[in-house]
């Protein structure tokens, strides 16, 4: 009996992705010339066949695995397509005005992969619009994260390092960094477009990580750009590492204290029947 799955599902199924979607062309990838220093990173690593980035708890710690399966017929194109625009844009899609077509064509030609056109997407006019120069640097740098690495961020000395990054080298070294990284190439590759990741307890992640992915998390039915101009978890990020310092001073001063002479010491209580 074939039973339809319904459109808002589906909808909200794409809206909430956290499966991989994959597409590799059938056309061999065509480098220019010179190669990035990400390139030239991976393909070392891969020849070498080290581990190059953080990995899921369950996994053997030996290795990447590069070459994964990736379909290459038209109906995974096109989905990968979509996928990294709603990814990438924040849920938001892209208009037929606004969609790269250009880059569209290199991915289904082969000369870039579908890492090449997330990044793209990233660097895009549109996305700069929404993400860049009309949002806080904070709100902007937790989105790139969420957007190409499936995460907010660690801690506020990982978005200070971005903010750094992004008065003196720009925005499009941002990305570049981010998407040429080794967390961003062991767990998408080269052929896989990012999605929400921080539920599956995920190597080098913390505790909070799960709160702070919620608090980032657009709704069905909305945007990231409609949410908020200003971030949305920096200042729980300052709360955790305010918490985290005072209850390093309070250990410090505990373990620092000392008896005054000739006192017994502090009276330690027990619970009846314990020893």
Same mark, same amino acid.
Do not use: W
């Given at each position: ?100 077509? $250009? #880059?569209? +064509? ?8 579908? !890492? ?5 997407? *990233? =660097? ?98 909305? $945007? #990231?750009? +409609? ?8 200042? !729980? ?5 305010? *918490? =985290? ?31």
């Amino acid at each position: 009996m074939y039973v339809a799955t319904p459109v808002y599902k589906k909808n909200l199924d794409e809206a909430g992705r956290f499966e991989p979607v994959s597409f590799k062309s059938s056309q061999p990838i065509r480098h220019n010339a010179s190669k990035t220093v990400g390139e030239f990173n991976r393909e070392a690593c891969k020849a070498m066949k080290v581990a190059i980035g953080p990995r899921k708890y369950g996994e053997s710690p030996h290795g990447v695995t590069f070459n994964r399966y990736a379909p290459a017929d038209e109906a995974s194109l096109q989905e990968a397509i979509n996928a990294a625009y709603r990814q990438v844009l924040g849920n938001k899609g892209a208009t037929s005005n606004q969609r790269l077509d $250009s #880059d569209e +064509a290199k991915l289904r030609n082969g000369e870039i992969s579908v !890492r090449g056109f997330v990044k793209a997407i *990233a =660097k895009s006019l549109i996305y700069k619009d929404l993400y860049f120069h009309a949002v806080s640097p904070q709100r902007g740098i937790e989105l790139n994260l969420k957007h190409l690495l499936g995460r907010p961020p660690i801690n506020k000395a990982e978005v200070s390092k971005f903010i750094a990054m992004l008065a003196s080298q720009g925005f499009d070294s941002v990305i570049d960094y981010i998407t040429d990284s080794a967390e961003y190439t062991e767990l998408f590759g080269c052929n896989t477009v990012p999605y929400a990741r921080t539920f599956i307890s995920m190597g080098g992640m913390t505790t909070s990580s799960f709160n702070l992915m919620f608090d980032l998390g657009a709704k069905f039915a909305s $945007s #990231d750009n +409609a949410l908020s101009k200003k971030s949305m978890v920096y200042s !729980r990020l300052i709360g955790y590492q305010a *918490a =985290k310092t005072s209850y390093s001073g309070y250990q410090a001063a505990k373990t620092s204290y000392s008896s005054p002479a000739g006192s017994q010491g502090a009276v330690r209580f027990r619970a009846f029947g314990c020893k």
